[in-house]
């Protein structure tokens, strides 16, 4: 069956520490890969996305995420988070016409 | 402006009782979803709609209705609304191009049901 695993449900940092969020997918198919963040109250925004091409994909923010085929993984990271950043990130992939998403990851950075 | 309107944005209601979720969106996508997210889950595709009375299941689409007889417009129809359905529900509008594919996602609605 289709699904996306996000292995951290919460994660909690300090400022300037570096991240990294991980994503598995199973999915027999050509998939597209996305990273999503819902600041507090409010909707989903995306982050970056995979289609094709170069593994590492930069997004906003100072993202990025490397798309690992032979794992089938998309994690995320980020060098120096930022209190900004507390959130919960989600990792989805377009399996056909269905849009997956994982349980999401909760991130809390401490000032 | 590009965006996804939900109506109502806050719900209240009982048990039985039919509600409608409305969606619409303004920037002429063929797809759409709704989405609910509930805490520990992430979200779960309910429904989506690829175009005009074109509309497939997700992965939960027990329990919940669709249409969309025009491409601005996907509601959401809870015929028979019960207690685990409370939940906070997205609409979202994809663009599909080429090699573009971006979802919009809506405001949320979130829906208690006694």
């Keep these: 069956a289709q699904s996306v695993s996000q292995h951290n449900h919460h994660v909690i940092l300090s400022e300037a520490a570096s991240l990294e969020l991980g994503c598995n997918y199973s999915y027999g198919g050509t998939v597209n890969l996305f990273w999503y963040v819902q600041y507090p109250g409010q909707h989903l925004q995306l982050l970056l996305k995979y289609f094709s091409g170069d593994p590492l994909v930069k997004g906003i923010k100072g993202f990025e995420a490397e798309f690992i085929k032979s794992k089938f993984s998309f994690n995320l990271r980020k060098p120096s988070v930022q209190w900004s950043d507390t959130a919960e990130y989600f990792c989805a992939v377009n399996a056909g016409d269905k849009i997956i998403f994982g349980k999401g990851t909760r991130l809390h950075i401490l000032p | ?114």
């Excluded at chain 2, 590009?2 to 969606?23: D, E, H, M, S, W």
């Excluded at chain 2, 309910?46 to 992965?59: A, H, L, P, Q, R």
Aim: net charge positive; with cysteine; glycine share 8%.
């Design chain 2, 1 to 114: 402006e590009a965006q996804v309107t939900q109506n109502p944005r806050y719900l209240i209601t009982v048990t039985g009782k039919k509600l409608t979720v409305t969606c619409s969106q303004n920037m002429n996508h063929e797809y759409m979803s709704w989405y609910r997210q509930d805490p520990g889950l992430g979200l779960r595709q309910i429904y989506y709609s690829m175009n005009v009375e074109v509309t497939d299941k997700g992965d939960v689409p027990e329990g919940y209705k669709v249409s969309r007889k025009e491409k601005r417009n996907f509601p959401l129809i809870l015929e028979s609304p019960s207690p685990n359905q409370t939940s906070l529900y997205f609409c979202a509008s994809r663009e599909l191009a080429g090699s573009t594919d971006t979802q919009y996602f809506g405001p949320g609605t979130r829906l208690t049901v006694l």
